[in-house]
């Protein structure tokens, strides 16, 4: 069971929750967290554990060899993302730019393109009791999440039974990484603040994942602030509100240090339980 | 020598482009020849990545020598403007290309 957890807008509280829920399954079963946005990830800060595995992770660029090379210019055309550009007789590949699609390279009638690999950040698991925590991070000066961020969903699926239920920490907005860290997922909980902000961004989330074909349920953080139109928006669309987790300055404490929040807030607790119950309801077409 | 500009249109009188990469016309003038000519560059908004190496392939194939723009190429642009040995001149983003070739000849133009 693979759970997303995911937001239009950046700071509704993704890995608040995912960090917390995690906890709370935990406590009764194997539970497996995967931190998503790999350009910044941050469930480390409140997850911890013993690192067991390490591994490098490779994205693979395409050289070009010139020697074999007759200038056609196939790759070029080949290339929609303009990461292979020719000048007159020499051939530059932009490798920020290159998506890893092996068009230029396969499409080369000389084979003048051969893909190698290149270093692009590290994925490393943790186990902590019934957590078990995979956290990438893109090396600094890294462009592209969306590779990352598939080889660790592949690392992901690959390393534990299809029946544990698994936690992903997605990053914000609704461009290409999120899509990559949604897309297989079974069901996405979309976490949101009620304020203008939160709505709006959160109708562009909700609009990717009916683009995807995918559940969502939406879950209200710091619910109590700004005012009812989420709710509203919600209920008028037939979109289900998980649970609607309280404003507390006690939340921003605890969390600035580095703790859980649902262990010292009870009703914090119970709405999580909310959450856990929905998902363990959940019925899986596949 | 061969002037390239990032223009919004294709006369002498057009306002500049203050974009490289997305400028929605390249106007060359040729100064030999005193002639113009001009590039619609307006299909570049249907690219999502690449814009800038794109348009500077394109600065290479009108044989441009010389590049007057306003804010100037992105990383992946400059390499391919370095490779392609066109020079860049910005700072001309809010002028007409009369002006900004004036500003050019002038030396008042900062070469990127």
Request: charged share 25%.
């Amino acid at each position: 069971m693979k759970i997303a957890i995911a937001s239009g807008k950046g700071g509704t509280g993704k890995t608040t929750l995912s960090t917390n829920l995690t906890a709370l399954f935990a406590e009764t079963e194997n539970v497996v967290l995967t931190d998503l946005d790999v350009e910044e990830p941050n469930s480390g800060l409140f997850i911890q554990g013993e690192l067991v595995k390490e591994e490098i992770k490779y994205k693979m660029i395409p050289k070009w060899e010139e020697d074999a090379c007759t200038l056609c210019g196939e790759c070029q055309k080949n290339c929609n993302f303009h990461a292979v550009i020719q000048l007159g007789s020499q051939l530059l590949v932009f490798p920020e730019l290159c998506h890893s699609c092996f068009a230029c390279s396969e499409l080369c009638p000389t084979s003048s393109l051969p893909m190698i690999p290149q270093r692009m950040g590290s994925l490393k698991q943790f186990k902590n009791k019934n957590i078990s925590f995979i956290e990438s991070r893109l090396d600094i000066g890294q462009e592209q999440a969306v590779p990352l961020i598939a080889q660790t969903n592949d690392y992901v699926g690959k390393t534990f039974s299809r029946e544990t239920i698994k936690i992903f920490d997605a990053p914000p907005g609704t461009s290409c990484p999120v899509i990559e860290a949604t897309k297989d997922a079974d069901f996405i909980i979309l976490i949101t603040e009620p304020t203008p902000f939160g709505l709006y961004d959160l109708k562009l989330a909700i609009e990717t994942m009916k683009e995807l074909k995918k559940d969502f349920g939406v879950v209200i953080n710091r619910y109590g602030i700004g005012n009812d139109d989420v709710v509203d928006y919600c209920e008028k669309n037939d979109i289900p509100i998980l649970a609607k987790i309280p404003n507390s300055r006690k939340v921003a404490e605890l969390y600035s240090r580095g703790e859980l929040v649902y262990t010292e807030i009870p009703e914090i607790k119970d709405e999580l339980q909310k959450i856990r119950n929905y998902i363990l309801n959940l019925k899986i077409s596949n | 020598m061969k002037i390239a500009f990032t223009t919004k249109g294709t006369e002498w009188n057009s306002e500049m482009d203050p974009r490289f990469g997305r400028t929605e016309f390249i106007l060359v003038y040729d100064e030999e020849k005193d002639e113009f000519n001009s590039f619609d560059n307006r299909d570049i908004e249907n690219e999502a990545h690449g814009a800038g190496p794109k348009t500077s392939q394109q600065l290479f194939e009108l044989g441009a020598e010389v590049l007057i723009t306003g804010n100037g190429p992105g990383g992946n642009a400059a390499t391919v403007l370095q490779k392609a040995g066109v020079k860049s001149f910005i700072g001309a983003g809010e002028m007409k290309v009369k002006e900004a070739y004036e500003a050019f000849k002038n030396n008042k133009l900062k070469e990127f």
